[in-house]
């Protein structure tokens, strides 16, 4: 599905990266009459977006869901086509030997019960819960995104929450998705996240993670995308790469941390949260609804896993354990210790690794969050642009957002029109 009508005697335009960031930059500028080259490094497009297929199962390189509330996503996506497998708005909570179900009783009523018994906080803590979804309902991404920050646990104890409720359901929950223990994440992605949440489904697309920027790429001509490419300097409209070669571009879009490709930023190192996924064998049969297990035991190292079974067809017996606290297992020692935890705190028996991924660069830590960059302040040089995930917040939705925001710079850069 190639665009449009080409625009004649145009600049040239790179992009360095073809994770979700870069190829959504090549998709708008192409849809708007401009050619681009991406550069990738790797000899896949998804950057951190991927997934191996292991004996026909799909193994995504960390768990990780596409909320399909972002607003990025209707705009650059056919969501149908990729046929979203939809999680289940709760999760199961592992504590102290039971096993409570809890989760959005105003989206699915097979909670209500289970949620308001769940010996996970108090009748209060419930309340707040469904206060705060209905507040944030009314809360725009743009007030989201102005509002003051704080740590995403002092949020939780200035809005009212028990200890019991944010250690047994808050902690183990958003560790699995800012990739942090301590609730250190900023408010406002707590409260985007939760809208998300609140709006939309948890969601995987039937192929797995990779058929999110897989779809992106097939909007692109084949010939602009360059995999296998490492670049390993940017100089005015100069590209070298790792291998001696060289490149020029009028203007160059780079959507990676920008600290090691440009010389005058080299002292801007981008830190990460990490992450390690394993699978395993069980011969548990899982849980029949796709739904986010969590353990809340405070020394355990797993935090929460989901079966593939319930989530992808034709998939056997296979869990998907995240552990985001830090160890110093060595493999072997990790995946002994996951089966011991997994049959102590929450009685289900795995048994082989099929496979393990450690994601070393999840996760940008980032200070200070925004929804996503202006156009004007994408521009770095008189050539060169930025993009990525890491300049706003750690989500598909502003890796997106940069990505359109640094293409529409470099337009008006060549157009002459004025960004609002
Ligand atoms: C385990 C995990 C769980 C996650 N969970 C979620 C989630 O649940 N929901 C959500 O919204 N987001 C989640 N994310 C975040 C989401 O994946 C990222 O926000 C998004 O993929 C960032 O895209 P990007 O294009 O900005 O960066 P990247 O995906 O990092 O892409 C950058 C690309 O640039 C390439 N590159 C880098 N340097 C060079 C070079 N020198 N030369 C050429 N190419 C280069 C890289 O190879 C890569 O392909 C998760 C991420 C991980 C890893």
């Known amino acids: 599905m190639y665009f449009y009508g080409m625009k004649e005697n145009q600049p040239s335009i790179a992009i360095i990266g073809a994770g979700v960031s870069g190829l959504t930059a090549a998709i708008t500028l192409q849809k708007a009459g401009y050619q681009t080259t991406i550069y990738e490094a790797n000899s896949f497009v998804g950057g951190r977006v991927h997934s191996d297929v292991s004996r026909s199962q799909i193994l995504d390189h960390g768990f990780q869901v596409m909320l399909d509330a972002y607003p990025a996503v209707q705009e650059f996506l056919d969501v149908e086509a990729l046929k979203l497998r939809k999680f289940v708005p709760g999760s199961i909570v592992f504590k102290d030997g039971k096993k409570y179900r809890l989760g959005d009783a105003s989206r699915n009523s097979s909670f209500l019960w289970s949620t308001i018994v769940a010996g996970v906080g108090s009748i209060k803590d419930k309340w707040l819960v469904f206060s705060l979804s209905r507040k944030l309902k009314q809360k725009s991404v743009q007030e989201i995104f102005s509002s003051p920050e704080v740590t995403t646990l002092a949020y939780l104890q200035d809005y009212g929450f028990s200890a019991k409720m944010i250690n047994s359901f808050f902690k183990p929950f958003?560790?699995?998705?800012?990739?942090?223990?301590?609730?250190?994440?900023?408010?406002?992605?707590?409260?985007?996240?939760?809208?998300?949440?609140?709006?939309?489904?948890?969601?995987?697309?039937?192929?797995?993670?990779?058929?999110?920027?897989?779809?992106?790429?097939?909007?692109?001509?084949?010939?602009?995308?360059?995999?296998?490419?490492?670049?390993?300097?940017?100089?005015g409209n100069e590209i070298t790469f790792e291998n001696g070669e060289k490149a020029t571009a009028d203007f160059t879009i780079i959507a990676t941390p920008a600290g090691k490709l440009v010389p005058n930023l080299a002292?801007?190192?981008?830190?990460?949260?990490?992450?390690?996924?394993?699978?395993?064998?069980?011969?548990?049969?899982?849980?029949?609804?796709?739904?986010?297990?969590?353990?809340t035991n405070e020394d355990s190292l797993i935090n929460n896993f989901h079966f593939l079974q319930d989530v992808f067809d034709d998939h056997k017996n296979i869990i998907s354990v995240s552990v985001v606290k830090k160890h110093t297992l060595n493999n072997e020692q990790l995946t002994e210790r996951v089966i011991k935890e997994l049959r102590e705190e929450t009685d289900i028996k795995a048994s082989s690794l099929i496979k393990m991924f450690h994601i070393n660069k999840a996760l940008p830590q980032l200070n200070s969050l925004n929804n996503c960059m202006h156009p004007t302040e994408t521009q770095l040089t008189e050539h060169v642009f930025l993009a990525g995930d890491h300049l706003s917040n750690g989500s598909l939705n502003a890796a997106m957002l940069n990505g359109k925001a640094a293409a529409q710079a470099v337009m008006s850069k060549i157009d002459g029109s004025v960004l609002l």
């Open 174 to 235: 958003y560790a699995g998705i800012f990739l942090e223990t301590e609730l250190a994440t900023s408010s406002r992605m707590f409260e985007f996240v939760f809208k998300m949440f609140t709006e939309g489904n948890a969601t995987i697309p039937a192929q797995g993670i990779k058929a999110i920027p897989e779809q992106l790429a097939a909007q692109l001509p084949k010939e602009s995308l360059i995999l296998g490419k490492n670049v390993s300097s940017i100089v």
């Open 267 to 295: 002292n801007q190192e981008q830190n990460w949260h990490q992450v390690t996924v394993l699978y395993l064998d069980t011969d548990h049969t899982g849980f029949d609804e796709a739904i986010i297990g969590l353990v």
